[in-house]
């Protein structure tokens, strides 16, 4: 029996069985056309599973060479990418993009120069301040452009916050960085890409979305029983990837090993703790989000868009990655597929794979009152959500666009709720919030700044806003519907409520410009809305 054999039959092998019956039966039900998973070791490809067909003409079978996109699961492999010319010496995380493109500049409310502060740090820990789009191509802006004009596109937006202070999730932040390292490496991205890192894996990466898109072995994506388009052509730092699920399995070993895949290190094992560190529980390192449950600390990044979903979990700890993709966006099985199989896996190692329980669990409820809640109320912000903390009927509550959570006190800092299972919030010397960690039931403890409380002031509601009200709609992926509609709210402010539901302030003396409070630039054009830097087309009336 070979080593390999041995692994397999005494942890997985029980795992592997229930797959093989579980996986069919949820893709039929889920309306899945094709899935790919696979279980790795540093030293070992322990387990592939290829399931279905590459669209739902059933024609070409899935294999272990069929390609998929990696959608954001790419963002992990952009951080490897640019850290590889890290370790090459002709760039530093710290160093300023602006060194490298003079042209890049953007607009700010915490002085005209704060665009020069952002670094390559922060474009891939998504704390520059960006929006998450460029005003021209990409997920929101489907349209026809060169991956320059994409990134060009950006001058003149605003940032939404001062550089380094927050988290805010940005497609064209990594796209700019693999512009940058275009200019850096004086070669086009996706050369550079399969020179420095897929040649030494041994594996191929592809960025040809169209050229891919026509391939008889590709995954094509699906939104239902509806083939998605094409995937987006210039993100090619943040979602346009596409590898095969042996070849992924083989990045997954680069991950799991600090840097190195058979005995040879092609990165610095200090680079991937650099990817894999945060200062805040819960958080995002480079290109890479960062979770604590299940008596582990693990490291992972999803993707989805564009009718395709991926999954990327590394466990350096436990020694174990499982990796996977689905050409079906709309059914949510993968994500809990995936997480499913850590806890599993976990266990079957003897971690006690528990999830990590609110600290007052057991703790009797109190009374809190109402001068001491109301000094909690405000926005929060982290990873996954922006959440707004309100009192209402001498309860705090979680508001989140979608619902209203409330919370039970246990103390003046915790309090227990049905989900997420608790949050606790951390105050300053002067009892000010200053941070929140709420306990989720997948992805434990996760962090949340305090972003501080909107003004209780009357708005205008000015007279001349008339011309902004009416529907916004807007057609993402190039096939999904969805709008906004701006209104008057009851308190006398612009409002947008449906894909987005957030109060709009007027800045400054600038015409026509407002900010949601998270940051956002609102700007009102003729015939649109250009709202996150994405042009919602105005329907009036």
């Known amino acids: 029996m070979s080593k390999n054999d041995s692994i397999l039959g005494r942890l997985f092998k029980p795992i592997v069985n229930d797959l093989q019956k579980e996986i069919p039966r949820k893709m039929r039900a889920a309306n899945i056309p094709g899935l790919s998973i696979a279980f790795v070791s540093q030293n070992n490809l322990i387990w592939t599973g290829c399931f279905g067909y590459t669209d739902m003409t059933r024609k070409q079978e899935i294999d272990v060479d069929t390609l998929y996109c990696l959608q954001s699961t790419t963002k992990t492999v952009t951080s490897v990418a640019f850290l590889l010319a890290v370790q090459k010496g002709v760039v530093k995380l710290d160093d300023h993009l602006v060194d490298y493109w003079p042209a890049f500049t953007v607009n700010s409310r915490y002085g005209e120069d704060e665009y020069k502060k952002v670094s390559f740090r922060h474009l891939l820990s998504h704390s520059s301040g960006l929006a998450m789009e460029a005003r021209v191509g990409g997920v929101f802006n489907y349209d026809a452009c060169t991956f320059e004009e994409h990134v060009a596109s950006v001058i003149g937006s605003w940032l939404k916050f001062p550089v380094g202070t927050c988290f805010s999730y940005s497609n064209v932040g990594m796209n700019i960085v693999t512009y940058a390292l275009e200019r850096i490496t004086d070669m086009p991205y996706p050369e550079y890409v399969q020179k420095a890192l897929g040649d030494p894996l041994g594996i191929t990466f592809h960025y040809d979305t169209r050229k891919v898109h026509e391939l008889r072995n590709a995954a094509k994506g699906h939104l239902g029983k509806r083939p998605a388009p094409a995937v987006d052509p210039v993100g090619l730092g943040c979602g346009a990837a596409h590898l095969s699920i042996n070849d992924q399995a083989i990045f997954a070993r680069l991950l799991l090993g600090s840097g190195a895949v058979n005995g040879r ?276 009336g």
């Open 265 to 540: 290190q092609i990165l610095n094992a200090s680079y991937i703790d650099e990817m894999r560190s945060s200062t805040k529980e819960g958080w995002y390192g480079l290109g890479t989000f960062i979770g604590n449950n299940f008596g582990t600390t693990f490291y992972y990044h999803p993707g989805g868009g564009f009718g395709l979903r991926s999954e990327l979990y590394w466990l350096p700890t436990n020694d174990f990655s499982v990796v996977a993709f689905a050409n079906q966006e709309y059914e949510q099985y993968l994500g809990p597929l995936t997480l499913k199989i850590v806890k599993r896996v976990l266990k079957a190692k003897g971690v006690d794979s528990r999830v990590t329980d609110f600290p007052y669990k057991k703790a009797q409820s109190t009374h809190v009152n109402e001068h001491a809640l109301k000094k909690l109320e405000g926005v929060y912000n982290g990873t996954w959500s922006t959440v707004r903390v309100k009192l209402h009927e001498e309860n705090l509550n979680l508001i989140y666009p979608d619902r209203k959570v409330k919370l039970t006190p246990y103390s003046t800092t915790a309090f227990s709720a049905k989900s997420p299972k608790g949050v606790v919030f951390q105050l300053d010397e002067k009892n000010s919030p200053i941070s929140m960690k709420m306990y989720s039931d997948n992805l434990g403890v996760l962090y949340m700044d305090y972003l501080g409380k909107p003004s209780q002031e009357r708005g205008p509601n000015r007279e001349a806003w008339s011309k902004f009200i009416g529907k916004c709609p807007m057609m993402i992926f190039g096939t999904i519907n969805v709008s906004i509609e701006v209104k008057v709210d009851p308190n006398g402010y612009l409002h947008l409520e449906g894909w987005s539901n957030e109060r709009l302030y007027e800045y400054s003396n600038i015409p026509n410009l407002f900010f949601t409070y998270q940051g956002d630039a609102a700007i009102f054009e003729q015939g649109h809305m250009l709202y996150g830097n994405s042009k919602w087309r105005r329907a009036v």
